[in-house]
T-cell receptor
Framework: DQQVKQNSPSLSVQEGRISILNCDYTNSMFDYFLWYKKYPAEGPTFLISISSIKDKNEDGRFTVFLNKSAKHLSLHIVPSQPGDSAVYFCAASGIGGGTSYGKLTFGQGTILTVHP | EAGVTQFPSHSVIEKGQTVTLRCDPISGHDNLYWYRRVMGKEIKFLLHFVKESKQDESGMPNNRFLAERTGGTYSTLKVQPAELEDSGVYFC?????????????FGSGTRLTVV
């Protein structure tokens, strides 16, 4: 039973445009959500996070939106740059329901390609 | 500060053999985690150490996997005997005590291939 899902395996966008990566979750005990970025042959690197008490968090070109009622979050990258090309993982944590702080539940990842 | 170091970066072994993966966390990080990504799927939690104690090992697949963290410093993950389905990339991560999840620092991973 996969509790965090990224239904788009890949996304291709033009440089300068907006990239929107989506993530859905099922466990209502999740209360902290994160996005990680991963380049080939490297470990995931933290990008941005959001607490369940918020619906938006912004950091430079990156914005994460959380819709708790829909159990959906998205990552917006504006403007997209070729260096953003990587695999993006959505992750969640919380307490209860089989999860705990420190234990991250990841989605399958979305490969983002930004074309010059 | 040095990051999380994992060794080896790649390992190819035959089915039935034993392999030991090592993780050196960031100095001073009491929390150490092991994760695994199989065949381009999601990154799955294996276990969590706080110092030398296993805080949560609910993600360990079966008793062929043994994780240790003697002295609360580096950790090893032994697979014995290895099976084909154990192939994947094994990531280690560390964080300070009570640090929020975004405080995780991942290592580059060990790519294990069982043939």
């Amino acid at each position: 039973d996969q509790q965090v899902k990224q239904n788009s395996p890949s996304l291709s966008v033009q440089e300068g445009r907006i990239s929107i990566l989506n993530c859905d979750y099922t466990n209502s005990m999740f209360d902290y959500f994160l996005w990680y970025k991963k380049y080939p042959a490297e470990g995931p690197t933290f990008l941005i996070s959001i607490s369940s008490i918020k619906d938006k968090n912004e950091d430079g070109r990156f914005t994460v939106f959380l819709n708790k009622s829909a159990k959906h979050l998205s990552l917006h990258i504006v403007p997209s740059q070729p260096g953003d090309s990587a695999v993006y993982f959505c992750a969640a944590s919380g307490i209860g329901g089989g999860t705990s702080y420190g234990k991250l539940t990841f989605g399958q990842g979305t490969i983002l390609t930004v074309h010059p | 500060e040095a990051g999380v170091t994992q060794f080896p970066s790649h390992s190819v072994i035959e089915k039935g053999q034993t392999v030991t993966l090592r993780c050196d966390p960031i100095s001073g990080h009491d929390n150490l985690y092991w994760y695994r990504r199989v065949m381009g799927k999601e990154i799955k939690f294996l276990l969590h150490f706080v110092k030398e104690s296993k805080q949560d090992e609910s993600g360990m697949p079966n008793n062929r996997f043994l994780a240790e963290r003697t002295g609360g410093t580096y950790s090893t993950l032994k697979v014995q005997p290895a099976e084909l389905e154990d192939s994947g990339v094994y990531f280690c991560a560390s964080s300070q005590v009570f640090q929020a999840p975004h405080g995780y620092t991942f290592g580059s991973g060990t790519r294990l291939t069982v043939v």
